[in-house]
């Protein structure tokens, strides 16, 4: 999850009525890019902290719009800055919190079914068009306006807010939303999938032309505004509208590090994040080693079923002797007997434990385990590399191509490549060597 600030202060009274004081004065100041969200001891009485985040601040110094926020909103108890989360947790005691943001957004209690694992994307594979709904681009755009104002929040949330917004009818779905939002580097998850947080606003440099980038992160119609007053700004669709608009801006290529726009408005900017990102990512078995790992899981009680490359089959050979697994690495899914609940996890069998990770990437862990051969092919003339679409690339290596342009990749005609643009010679090489695929260019 991204580390973010907090300012702390004890306060007294009932907690909905100090919230509603909080939210009055941080929009009435005009600080909701500033201050996201609240967090507050859960079920707290009496006497207790409140922690608001700050975004877009260096230093120990607490900025003096922040300090007016507090003052104004009657938080005048000792404040403790700067904090991080786990800070947080320890001066409450490790008693939950629970967060709230600014974001108007309602929606009704849409299904009472599990939403299934955030990482799974076995299921429809096949690309998905829906250029009849016109609206669909402007639905992605209110979904990316939600999360920053939300800021942070469970996986579950966002498969509602999904559903809410009309982006999907199926839970299901949602997952490849999810996706597309991290590849575009608007949100990063944690490592189980379970919650999300936003990334900061940032201005990410597009390597192939030059004094133009693109926007990551947080994004709300006043920050595009202020942006505007700065800089020109031009709005592109993705492609079929299946994401967030792509938001170009012309700028000073001198430009770099955090540009105080107005005042608590900050925008990173990153330079060329495709390459830096490439630079630091370690090869496929470096990457496995930051999965996470789930030792001990007792499989007796479910049912378990091994991808064979097209589907989940059952998988008889498959057993446990008390700590002891025995079977064939590779991707499995476990559905527990009790309430249908399933997980999707990777089985190292020489490690004897399961990793979770996303889907895409454990696919590609079973592929280097069978042994075969994935080749890439990269067009030097027009900056464009083609991946199978059915040996598509770990999330961090594909994010590493998509934030080259802002842009989510394109399929081919015939649906069975996948078209990323933007991609130099110096981005592919080194992602393809750390993957362990083979490049293999063509002048046309």
Not at 2 to 18: F, H, L, M, N
Not at 33 to 47: D, M, S, T
Not at 55 to 71: C, F, H
Not at 279 to 300: A, C, R, Y
Request: hydrophobic letters at 35%; a negative charge; one cysteine or more.
């Amino acid at each position: 999850m991204i580390e973010r600030r907090y300012v702390g202060v004890q306060t007294v009274g009932r907690t909905a009525q100090v919230l509603e004081r909080i939210r009055q004065v941080v929009r009435s100041c005009n600080q909701t890019h500033a201050i996201p969200i609240i967090k507050v001891e859960k079920k707290a009485r009496g006497q207790f902290y409140i922690f608001l985040a700050i975004e877009g601040v260096e230093g120990t110094r607490l900025p003096d719009p922040i300090a007016n926020v507090l003052k104004l909103a009657g938080l005048t108890g000792r404040q403790y800055w700067p904090l991080t989360l786990s800070e947080i947790k320890y001066m409450v005691s490790a008693a939950e919190v629970e967060t709230y943001g600014f974001s108007a957004l309602s929606y009704k209690p849409l299904w009472d079914r599990d939403v299934g694992d955030p990482y799974d994307l076995s299921v429809d594979t096949t690309f998905r068009s829906e250029t009849e709904d016109a609206q669909l681009g402007e639905k992605y755009n209110q979904l990316l306006y939600w999360l920053s104002a939300t800021a942070e929040g469970s996986w579950e949330a966002f498969v509602r807010t999904c559903l809410a917004l009309g982006l999907t009818d199926d839970s299901k779905y949602a997952q490849r939303i999810f996706r597309r939002l991290i590849l575009l580097g608007h949100i990063e998850c944690s490592k189980d999938g379970a919650d999300w947080a936003i990334c900061p606003p940032a201005l990410v440099h597009c390597p192939s032309k030059s004094g133009v980038g693109f926007l990551c992160g947080q994004r709300t119609p006043k920050l595009l505004k202020i942006i505007e007053g700065f800089w020109t700004v031009a709005e592109y669709p993705q492609l079929d509208n299946q994401g967030p608009s792509r938001i170009e801006v012309r700028y000073e290529p001198s430009a770099e590090g955090v540009l105080q726009l107005t005042s608590g408005v900050a925008l990173h900017v990153t330079g060329t994040a495709s390459t830096r990102l490439a630079e630091l990512l370690p090869d496929v078995e470096g990457w496995k080693d930051t999965l996470t790992s789930i030792e001990k899981l007792n499989t007796t009680n479910c049912s378990v079923e091994r991808w064979d490359g097209s589907q989940y089959a059952q998988c008889p050979d498959f057993y446990q002797r008390g700590d002891k697994y025995v079977g064939e690495p590779g991707l499995y899914r476990l559905t527990r007997e009790a309430n249908s609940y399933q997980m999707v996890l990777y089985f190292d069998c020489n490690g004897q434990k399961w990793l979770k990770g996303d889907w895409y990437g454990l696919r590609f862990l079973v592929y280097r385990d069978a042994g075969q051969d994935c080749e890439v092919v990269y067009q030097a003339n027009t900056n464009e590399l083609m991946i199978p679409a059915a040996e598509r690339w770990p999330l961090l290596y594909e994010r590493a191509l998509v934030l080259a342009t802002g842009q989510l990749p394109r399929p081919a005609d015939n649906q069975k490549w996948l078209r990323y643009e933007g991609v130099s010679g110096e981005l592919a090489q080194p992602l393809a060597s750390r993957l362990g695929v083979v490049l293999k260019e063509i002048a046309d």
